[in-house]
């Protein structure tokens, strides 16, 4: 069973700090592409940040570049979300996402919610 559990989300401040990991089980996840979203109430969904399976290349959001890092460690099977800075535009529930092209792999986890405010 595929499964991807976040974890790390909350209330914090504007100008803090919070990290988000999200594991996963049930598929190979050094196989997996792996990336960040984020849905704020209202609008639509939005890749944040994005990590290759090789290499690690790495993509952001332009809003996000700069303050928020990304990473993975396929020995543990999880993804990180570094965001610094926060702002209170980035309050969103925050997705985590495994995708592969071929063999077709597409998977989602529940989200967390993460808000910045005062």
């Known amino acids: 069973q595929v499964k991807l559990v976040e974890s790390g989300g909350g209330l914090v401040q504007p100008g803090g700090s919070l990290r988000l990991s999200c594991v996963g089980s049930?598929?190979?996840?050094?196989?997996?592409?792996m990336r960040w979203y984020r849905q704020a109430p209202g609008k639509e969904r939005d890749m944040v940040a994005h990590i290759s399976s090789a290499d690690y290349p790495t993509r952001y959001l332009d809003s996000v570049k700069g303050r928020f890092t990304i990473s993975r460690d396929n020995a543990k099977n999880t993804m990180y979300l570094q965001m610094n800075s926060l702002i209170p535009d980035d309050t969103a529930v925050y997705y985590c996402?495994?995708?592969?092209?071929?063999?077709?792999?597409?998977?989602w986890g529940q989200g967390t919610q993460v808000t910045v405010s005062s």
């Open positions: 996402n495994a995708w592969r092209a071929w063999p077709n792999g597409d998977y």
């Open positions: 049930g598929f190979t996840f050094s196989d997996f592409n």
